[in-house]
Structures are given as C-alpha cells and as structure tokens.
C-alpha cells in the first residue's frame, strides 16, 4: 500500500445532519483500522452540520477533508460523486450521516477485499437502531428475508443472467452503505450516481451488479443504519407531493438504466430481460405512490403528471402522463374485480 494513499476512503454526503453528524465521525475515531480518510460533503446545510463537522477536524488529525457545494442538489447523489472525485483511497465505502459503524467495520471489510480480491465486499446483514443519537439498542436486520444467507465470505455467481435475477427478485439491498468498492473498479467503470432524488441507489446498485467481476458476499454485520422518520424516503408528504416525489425518478431512472444497457451485449442479446428491468423499476415507482394515485380523478392525475413529464424536458409527456394514468385505471379496475 502505498504511504501517500490511505486504504479507504470515507464518503459521508451531509445535509442538516446536526442531531446525529457527532455519533457518525466518533464512530470513526474508534475504528480499529486507522489508515483511512474521512471526506465529508455538505450539501448547503442550514442547521449546524457544518460547523460540526469542521469542530472534528483536529481530532482526525487530518484525515478529514470537508468539501461545500455551492448549491443544495436536494439528495446524497451529487455529494457522493464529488466526495468520489477527491478521493485517494484504495476502497471507498460511502456512509450515512445519520448511521454509524460498529468499531471493526472499516478494518474487516479492507482484509475481506484484499484476502479476496474483491471490487465488492456486501453486507447481507446489518443493525438497526431508532431516532436517538445514541442509540439505546440495536437490531439485527436484513434487507432480504427470504433468502439464503452465506455464513462465510462466498465470492456472488459471474453468471450475469442469474445476478439480474436477483436484482429483479430485490434481493440486493440497494443502500450505498451495504457496499465497500474498490475505487479503480468504480472509476474505470465511469460508475456514479445518477444525479436524482430518490432510486439513485437502485441505479447504482444495478451497474455494480451488472459490472463488477468479484463481488463478494460477507454474513457479519457492521453497519448500524437508523430508522430516521426525518430522512428524504420516510418524510410525510401530500398526495400530490408524493406524485411528483416519485415521478422525477421514474423519468430519469429509466433513462439512465436503458442507457447503460444500450452499452452492454447482454442486454442487446437479451432484449426481454432489458424490459424487465425497465419495468421492474418502473412498477417500483408506482407502487410506492399507488395510494396517492387514488386521491386524484383520472383528469386531475393526467395534468399533474403531464407538468412533471414537461419539466423533465420528455418529448412525449402527453403521451406518457396519459400511459401512466390509464395503467392506474386499469389496475384499479383489476383489483376491484
């Protein structure tokens, strides 16, 4: 390893993080690996999140980098990118400003990339824990019950096929968190989050599925992720927010998903297997504003879908806002039968 390079960089995305930003870096400061740098990105916080972070700045004893970004980009997408761009470690592991990792994460996940030679060490497990910033008790948890899960390090199938499979089954946990790269692997790749609100890391999640050689499944859990009824996914929205909350993703996650398979021979070969993906995380996007769609008459439904699609810049947004509203309708009919 080189002395100049640490061995992992730290990405942690911030926005008005203030309650929890202490818990996360002091999880840091304890970790049994000590080779490593912090890059924290804020993104035009308006609390105190900032301040904090520059107050944690001596005790990293430089291994914190703090980067500002001019504007609010409105997700963790955009900040990850930027963190990614100054990064010098060999891995990166992106983490949440509201979680926090158990003491041997950083340290166990580098020996099972190098021991293995993985550009993907993933969790299958990790813990949960509530709203307070220090948290009384942690729970074991899993992205995917029904599952299988390995009791030691097993290298994922290279059969891209049957890893597609289980995309499309969700058995992958899409949080950036549950992922430790290699980060040659993500910039030879040209691998970054698309720059939405909300579905980035499924987007994400499927390139690495789809490109990475070793990808390794680990049974221990080191990540505690908090159940936060703050965050951007489980904020409490209008029917109608709601709509507009989930169309932007639905617009441009489909773009950039056809995008990508356009560039790889499997999909061209397998051109149903492309439309499924396509349709999975299209239906991904409906279903999680299914109860919205039914607060709104078909018409009152088309305009405000048709004002998302024309903001998009979509070339067709009447002929796709009325698509959406007569697959609601045709669902609805279906269920009432």
Request: with cysteine; proline share 5%; hydrophobic share 40%.
């Amino acid at each position: 390893m080189n002395e100049n390079f640490p061995k992992v960089s730290v990405i942690i995305p911030v926005y008005n993080a203030e309650k929890y930003l202490p818990v996360c870096l002091e999880s840091l400061l304890i970790q049994t690996l000590t080779d490593f740098e912090v890059i924290v990105v804020d993104d035009c916080s308006t609390d105190n999140s900032l301040v904090i972070a520059e107050s944690y700045l001596e005790r990293f004893g430089g291994r914190l980098k703090i980067i500002s970004l001019e504007e609010n980009t409105g997700s963790g997408a955009v900040p990850r990118n930027v963190g990614l761009e100054v990064a010098s470690g060999k891995y990166v592991y992106f983490v949440d400003a509201d979680d926090l990792l158990i003491d041997i994460a950083l340290d166990t996940l580098f020996n099972h990339a190098e021991e293995y030679q993985a550009q993907v060490v993933y969790m299958e497990k990790f813990f949960s824990c509530g709203e307070e910033p220090i948290p009384a008790e942690v729970n074991l948890s899993a992205w995917c019950h029904k599952k299988s899960f390995v009791e030691e390090p097993t290298f994922e199938t290279k059969n891209l096929s049957e890893r597609v499979e289980k995309f499309l089954g969700s058995i992958f946990c899409w949080s950036p968190w549950a992922k430790f790269l290699r980060r040659d692997f993500l910039i030879d790749n040209e691998i970054k989050f698309p720059p939405m609100t909300i579905a980035e890391d499924v987007v994400h999640t499927f390139k690495i599925i789809c490109l990475a050689r070793n990808f390794l499944r680990v049974p221990t859990p080191l990540y505690i992720h908090r159940e936060n009824d703050s965050s951007i996914m489980l904020r409490k929205r209008s029917p109608e927010q709601m709509i507009k909350f989930r169309t932007s993703p639905l617009i441009t996650g489909l773009d950039f998903l056809d995008e990508f398979m356009r560039g790889l021979d499997f999909f061209k070969q397998n051109p149903v297997v492309r439309l499924q993906v396509l349709n999975f995380f299209a239906i991904m996007q409906i279903e999680n504003m299914k109860d919205a769609l039914k607060s709104f008459e078909p018409q009152e439904l088309y305009e405000i879908i048709l004002q998302e699609f024309s903001k998009a810049g979509s070339t067709q947004p009447a002929l796709i806002a009325y698509l959406l509203v007569m697959n609601n309708l045709f669902r609805n009919e279906l269920q009432t039968k």
